[in-house]
């Protein structure tokens, strides 16, 4: 095997794939990788191609030509589908009965958690086997730094991504695309590019060129509400930002604009944490009898998730998703999320957020826990922006806000909202 020329691999022989052609010299692929900076990138982003789909696929091949969605059942949503479905429009966090008008012939399966969370385990020690700089962001993504590591895996970080994509292909059998940059904001932008099974590059050279006709939504934490904002200043794409001063973002849109005008200019100094802070926050609680009604579940939903939401707030965090975890009376586990439009802190939004989710589960099953976490979590100043479609989100803000400074003065007690105030039956340990 030859060594493959600074700035050029083939990704299957890893060997040089010669200066030009569609297909590798070496060995005929056509998955080749030419970049003037691809030996001087060392920053990743790799996530598994419709993770929960392809596992179902690969343990039954049956189902590889098929369009396959993974979800709740006709009242519930998406939570993932196969590349073949996505053909039909079908998309993640999709109501299932729109799915399935969509794509009427989809084989639909309720999800496996438990399968999952183990296949993930072992992407992750795959990835850990690479570079001990890993920082998983879900069961299923994690950036990995693989600055210094030429000399123990005797090439380029961009040739040890190639090997170890092929390692999780071969051992596993599922894909996975990745993306390499100089930062983790362009290495997982990067990533999204060339799906399924892929592998794209952004340098400094092209970043901003690059980034100046994408929309603003493309940056992490630009929410419904704050694009809506930005356009109502005129701003959609990129470029627009990349010629606004920091400071005049900084005025105008706050703390987030030092993050606008950072990540417009591809500038992000975040390094890869392997121990960084906890992916969600939690609170649950186990009753001393098991509970069916909605009504009782209801009551105990809604301080829990005034729990998880002082938990963030304490932390300076915002959560992007709500997860409900519900223990039946038969110690099964469910649990099932909802992407929030933008990420918050207050409780109000957890609550509106997992009480459909409740609702939908609460179907005379009994019960013995109930716990309510944010994940997803981001900075907290990206927390309840304006939102234009919902006028009220603002006054709700702000008695919350009022009803923390209150507590903080006289204690948790000292004010409630009207549906925590009964005290629920059947409540047990925290």
């Given at each position: 095997?030859?060594?493959?020329?600074?700035?050029?691999?083939?990704?299957d022989?890893?060997?040089?794939?010669?200066?030009?052609?569609?297909?590798?010299?070496?060995?005929?692929?056509?998955?080749?990788?030419?970049?003037?900076?691809?030996?001087?990138?060392?920053?990743?982003?790799?996530?598994?191609?419709?993770?929960?789909?392809a596992?179902?696929?690969?343990?039954?091949?049956?189902?590889?030509?098929?369009?396959?969605?993974?979800?709740?059942?006709?009242?519930?949503?998406?939570?993932?589908?196969?590349?073949?479905?996505?053909?039909?429009?079908?998309?993640?966090?999709?109501?299932?009965?729109?799915?399935?008008?969509l794509?009427?012939?989809?084989?639909?399966?309720?999800?496996?958690?438990?399968?999952?969370?183990?296949v993930?385990?072992?992407?992750?020690?795959?990835?850990l086997?690479?570079?001990?700089?890993?920082?998983?962001?879900?069961?299923?993504?994690?950036?990995?730094?693989?600055?210094?590591t030429?000399?123990?895996?005797?090439?380029?970080?961009?040739?040890?991504?190639?090997?170890?994509?092929?390692?999780?292909?071969?051992?596993?059998?599922?894909?996975?695309?990745?993306?390499?940059?100089?930062?983790?904001?362009?290495?997982?932008?990067?990533?999204?590019?060339?799906?399924?099974?892929?592998?794209?590059?952004?340098?400094?050279?092209?970043?901003?060129?690059?980034?100046?006709?994408?929309?603003v939504?493309l940056?992490?934490?630009?929410?419904?509400?704050?694009?809506?904002?930005?356009?109502?200043?005129?701003?959609?794409?990129?470029?627009?930002?990349?010629?606004?001063?920091?400071?005049?973002?900084?005025?105008r849109?706050?703390?987030?604009?030092?993050?606008?005008?950072?990540?417009?200019?591809?500038?992000?100094?975040?390094?890869?944490?392997?121990?960084?802070?906890?992916?969600?926050?939690?609170?649950?609680?186990?009753?001393?009898?098991?509970?069916?009604?909605?009504g009782?579940?209801?009551?105990?939903?809604?301080?829990?998730?005034?729990?998880?939401?002082?938990?963030?707030?304490?932390?300076?965090?915002?959560g992007?998703?709500?997860?409900?975890?519900?223990?039946?009376?038969?110690?099964?586990?469910?649990?099932?999320?909802?992407?929030l439009?933008?990420?918050?802190?207050?409780?109000?939004?957890?609550y509106?957020?997992?009480?459909?989710?409740?609702?939908r589960?609460a179907?005379?099953?009994?019960?013995?826990?109930?716990?309510?976490?944010?994940?997803?979590?981001?900075?907290?100043?990206l927390?309840?922006?304006?939102?234009?479609?919902?006028?009220?989100?603002a006054?709700?803000?702000?008695?919350?806000?009022?009803m923390?400074?209150?507590?903080d003065?006289?204690?948790?007690?000292a004010?409630?909202?009207?549906?925590?105030?009964?005290?629920?039956?059947?409540?047990?340990?925290?």
């Open positions: 095997m030859t060594t493959a020329a600074p700035n050029r691999l083939c990704r022989c890893l060997d040089d794939p010669g200066p030009a052609g569609n297909r590798c010299a070496a060995c005929g692929s056509p998955r080749l990788l030419r970049h003037p900076e691809l030996d001087r990138l060392s920053m990743a982003h790799l996530d598994c191609d419709a993770f929960y789909a596992i179902e696929k690969r343990d039954n091949p049956a189902l590889r030509d098929e369009p396959v969605i993974v979800g709740g059942g006709k009242r519930g949503v998406v939570s993932t589908c196969c590349y073949v479905a996505r053909l039909y429009g079908v998309r993640s966090a999709m109501p299932m009965f729109k799915a399935l008008e794509c009427p012939k989809a084989v639909v399966i309720p999800p496996d958690m438990a399968k999952y969370a183990q993930g385990d072992e992407v992750r020690e795959l990835m086997e690479t570079t001990p700089l890993v920082e998983p962001l879900s069961i299923d993504e994690a950036f990995l730094d693989l600055a210094g030429e000399a123990l895996h005797h090439g380029s970080p961009a040739r040890t991504l190639a090997r170890l994509a092929a390692r999780i292909e071969e051992r596993l059998s599922i894909t996975v695309s990745i993306g390499l940059s100089y930062n983790k904001f362009l290495a997982k932008v990067a990533s999204d590019l060339d799906k399924p099974r892929g592998f794209a590059i952004i340098g400094r050279a092209e970043a901003m060129g690059f980034l100046a006709g994408k929309p939504g940056i992490w934490g630009v929410g419904k509400a704050l694009q809506q904002q930005l356009a109502k200043d005129g701003i959609t794409h990129i470029g627009q930002l990349q010629t606004r001063e920091e400071n005049d973002l900084l005025l849109y706050g703390s987030i604009g030092r993050r606008l005008a950072r990540f417009a200019r591809g500038q992000d100094d975040r390094s890869v944490d392997p121990d960084g802070p906890a992916k969600s926050i939690s609170a649950e609680t186990t009753f001393n009898e098991d509970i069916a009604d909605f009782q579940l209801d009551r105990i939903l809604w301080p829990l998730c005034e729990k998880v939401s002082r938990r963030l707030k304490q932390a300076e965090l915002a992007g998703t709500v997860t409900l975890k519900l223990k039946t009376d038969e110690f099964q586990i469910l649990t099932r999320n909802r992407k439009a933008d990420p918050t802190q207050l409780a109000e939004a957890i509106r957020a997992a009480k459909p989710l409740l609702q589960e179907d005379g099953r009994h019960f013995r826990l109930i716990g309510v976490g944010s994940g997803d979590l981001m900075d907290a100043a927390a309840d922006p304006p939102d234009l479609a919902d006028p009220d989100a006054r709700r803000k702000t008695v919350e806000q009022t923390d400074k209150l507590r003065k006289l204690g948790r007690t004010i409630r909202k009207g549906r925590g105030w009964v005290p629920p039956k059947g409540g047990g340990k925290t």
